[in-house]
């Protein structure tokens, strides 16, 4: 039972390439979240997917798109990445047993630099 | 817009010392989660409080949920080094799949 996972753990993009973010979790949970954290700074939410084959902005949705191609896999799309966008990026799940979220399982992170 | 406020943002103790770190919600809350951030690492679920008052112990760190559901507690007895870190608290958004996140409190922990 490997958890959360996510790939790459490290990139460097140079301004403008794109790249997708990996996320896939093994617990069946049916939501799933990606997150920035910023050095020094607390984790602000991207996008999530409450359940499979719905996905929905967060605070800092701009210059991301994100896939979620089955219950098990969340991607994140940096389309044409920018300095700004130099962050850890975590995926988490949760169960949501419609009480609203409850605790989530984070991955080991994604270190990107945009130069 | 629906806000989760911890204080203090930083803390150095002395190893052996205690250390609470606070955390207030703007709303009522169904629950309240604890995390644990290892310097490099990700968050950690410890625990989640549910009832009203509720108090939960993990050996020497213990939560605890405010009657109104809208604060919380996290204290650590006679730090120690493992016990660096940051320590988030983080609620349920109302009406939502979202989770609000505290800024965390980051510990220090002096040998």
């Known amino acids: 039972n490997a958890g959360v996972t996510q790939t790459p753990k490290f990139q460097v993009l140079k301004t403008g390439q794109s790249m997708t973010l990996q996320c896939a979790q093994d617990?069946?949970?049916?939501?799933m979240y990606w997150y920035r954290q910023d050095p020094g700074m607390g984790l602000r939410l991207i996008y999530y997917?409450?359940?499979?084959?719905?996905?929905d902005k967060g605070e800092v949705p701009n210059g991301y798109n994100v896939s979620r191609l089955n219950k098990r896999e969340f991607s994140l799309r940096l389309e044409s990445a920018a300095p700004s966008q130099t962050s850890v990026y975590f995926c988490?799940?949760?169960?949501?047993?419609?009480?609203?979220?409850?605790?989530?399982?984070f991955g080991p992170g994604t270190r990107l630099t945009v130069t | 817009g629906q806000q989760v406020m911890q204080i203090p943002q930083y803390q150095h103790v002395q190893e052996g010392e205690d250390f609470t770190t606070y955390c207030n919600s703007s709303?009522?809350?169904?629950?309240i989660q604890w995390y644990k951030q290892r310097p490099g690492g990700h968050p950690v679920f410890l625990i989640q409080?549910?009832?009203?008052?509720e108090v939960k112990k993990q050996k020497r760190l213990t939560f605890q949920f405010g009657e109104a559901k809208k604060n919380s507690s996290l204290h650590i007895t006679a730090t120690q080094t493992t016990d660096v870190g940051t320590y988030f608290c983080?609620?349920?958004?109302?009406?939502?799949?979202?989770?609000?996140f505290g800024a965390g409190t980051r510990l220090f922990v002096k040998a």
């Open positions: 988490a799940s949760t169960q949501n047993l419609g009480g609203g979220a409850g605790e989530q399982y």
């Open positions: 617990m069946n949970h049916n939501s």
């Open positions: 997917s409450a359940s499979e084959g719905t996905t």
């Open positions: 709303t009522t809350l169904s629950n």
């Open positions: 409080l549910v009832k009203s008052g």
């Open positions: 983080a609620g349920p958004k109302t009406g939502g799949f979202k989770t609000i």
